[in-house]
């Protein structure tokens, strides 16, 4: 079993909005230069290859394929890290949170994939 790095544990600040326990909203110091922080544990980060007109699944949707498509495209993103932007495990944070805009591009994102 492959465990997440320890310098990925999330730090919340709130600004006035709600506090969640999402575990997705990171908080990296740079005053730690030296720790080994991995971009793909990161849900925020997009690789240079992913892009709106990316195919995820290579069959269809169709009104019966549902059940094998959803899987596949289930699958799909848990890899690529972005379920949470469907599931809701990854929450919109507040509008002035640190991470608002890259959660606004990353759902954007996996709407165009949809």
Avoid at 36 to 52: A, C, I, K, T
Avoid at 84 to 91: A, L, N, R, T, Y
């Amino acid at each position: 079993m492959v465990s997440e790095p320890s310098t990925l544990a999330a730090t919340i600040t709130t600004h006035g909005c709600k506090p969640t326990s999402s575990r997705y909203y990171f908080h990296r110091s740079s005053s730690t230069p030296s720790q080994n922080v991995y971009p793909m544990y990161d849900p925020f980060y997009l690789h240079g290859s992913e892009q709106p007109g990316l195919q995820l699944v290579a069959e269809k949707l169709t009104p019966t394929n549902y059940i094998d498509w959803s899987k596949a495209f289930h699958n799909t993103l848990g890899a690529k890290n972005k379920l949470g932007f469907v599931d809701g495990s990854i929450p919109d944070p507040c509008q002035g949170h640190a991470n608002a805009w890259s959660w606004t591009r990353n759902n954007i994102m996996v709407l165009s994939w949809i």
